[in-house]
């Protein structure tokens, strides 16, 4: 089943749903996938990844 996700107002990942999930490639995206915690889920990853959407953000 395709799925859609992302930040608001912006061009939003599209496709199945596992593709997006398991290999996303907007920062966004990527940065919400990280947050959900799981085996091996590692919270500094969390960190690392909300920074670089902070940094990319702020270079538009």
């Avoid at 920062?27 to 590692?42: F, I, K, Q």
């Amino acid at each position: 089943m395709p799925v859609g996700c992302g930040e608001p107002r912006a061009r939003r990942p599209h496709g199945a749903c596992d593709d997006v999930l398991r290999r996303p490639e907007h920062p966004y995206t990527r940065m919400l996938v990280s947050s959900v915690p799981g085996p091996g889920w590692e919270p500094s990853e969390v960190v690392r990844l909300r920074a670089e959407f902070a940094r990319a953000g702020e270079a538009q």
